[in-house]
């Protein structure tokens, strides 16, 4: 059974909101990069060197990375080879299968938020001005209130102008409280303050806003060192997690900033924002191969329920929805 057969199957039997997110959110994708491959599949009538340097060139436009994309085009090459495959169309669904396979044998880090049971779980938000941090911060606050988790927020980005007024607004939208100092004050004292606060409301959740300067990594580094010794102290082997924030429309730059980011700090996590914005959203595949880090959120859209967590699958179905809906049962 092909693997468009396999994933057809799955998504029939779990079809929910969250399918029909990831299938609305990659849109754009979609149309850039299967449609790119309907008329490679349509052009040719083999397999050949020659088919493979075009796909190769669409996996590049579309973001999945150069060292992803060489992995993945030896790959294709080896399974055609295998299993014999001479039509072009059934090339398609190994692609499929191979982006999955990619995502997944990642260095066995989970793409689940490491939440806490008994304790209060403390989830530090990196990235730099203007990637959507402050709104991830709020939507993620909005999903773990529907679930009924008490939640905290901590207005550390204490440099930006407007910022604190912004995470207050969200504040106010989703219902929870946010603990804050004067524009300018340290931000580990911001931190401190809604430690304390945690601990005395019996909050689940404690999520952290921070500055997002690269200008001067010296400084950003010194920071958020002293941030987390802050944490730390007060809640021994926090923070569960770090969340890199990266705006998705950016491409290759988001992989710069991650490299960045990784030097100043332990980053757990990817939340990739505005996926639905981007006609590449083969970065995904590009940050979690070469990066080594898994992709935990991604923002399929404006609304408060739009940033969902990350899922292969379901992913991989968003970029060939339309070649797997059609696929005879």
């Known amino acids: ?22 299938k609305d959110g990659l849109s754009k994708t979609r149309q850039n990069f299967s449609g790119k ?24 436009q579309a973001d999945v990375g150069f060292e992803t994309v060489m992995e993945l085009i030896d790959e294709l090459k080896m399974e055609v080879k295998r299993r014999n495959i001479q039509d072009p169309r059934e090339v398609q669904s ?29 989830i530090l938000f990196v990235g730099v001005n203007g990637v ?19 939640v905290i927020l901590a207005a550390g980005d204490t440099f930006r102008a407007g910022a604190i007024e912004q995470l207050e607004v969200w504040g106010q939208r989703v219902g929870v409280d946010v603990i804050k100092q004067a524009e300018g004050s340290d931000p580990a004292a911001v931190m401190f303050d809604a430690l304390q606060a945690a601990k005395s409301r019996k909050a689940d959740i404690l ?21 987390k010794r802050v944490i730390e102290r007060e809640i021994p082997g926090a923070p569960h997690e770090v969340l890199l924030v990266l705006d998705a429309t950016t491409g290759q730059n988001a992989l710069i900033q991650t490299k960045t980011f990784k030097e100043v700090t332990n980053v757990s996590g990817i939340v990739l924002s505005k996926l639905d914005g ?52």
């Open 1 to 22: 059974m092909s693997f468009f057969k396999k994933l057809k199957e799955k998504i029939t039997k779990q079809t929910d909101s969250v399918t029909e997110k990831f």
């Open 94 to 122: 190994v692609i499929s299968e191979k982006l999955v396979d990619i995502y997944n044998s990642g260095d066995g880090q989970d793409s689940h938020l490491n939440i806490q049971e008994n304790e209060i779980t403390v």
């Open 278 to 329: 981007t006609a590449k959203g083969g970065i995904v595949l590009a940050i979690r191969n070469e990066l080594k880090i898994p992709v935990k959120f991604v923002g399929l859209g404006e609304r408060m329920d739009d940033l969902q967590e990350f899922d292969a699958e379901k992913y991989v179905y968003g970029l060939f929805a339309d070649q797997i809906e059609k696929t005879v049962e």
């Open 207 to 227: 999520l952290c806003d921070t500055a997002g300067r690269l200008q001067n990594k010296v400084n950003l580094m010194k920071e958020l060192e002293k941030v």
């Open 37 to 60: 491959v309907n008329d490679l599949v349509a052009r040719y009538r083999k397999v050949d060197e020659d088919f493979f340097e075009e796909l190769e060139e669409i996996l590049i």
């Open 132 to 150: 959507g941090k402050t709104t991830t911060i709020g939507k993620l606050a909005h999903k773990f209130k529907s679930e009924g988790k008490s």
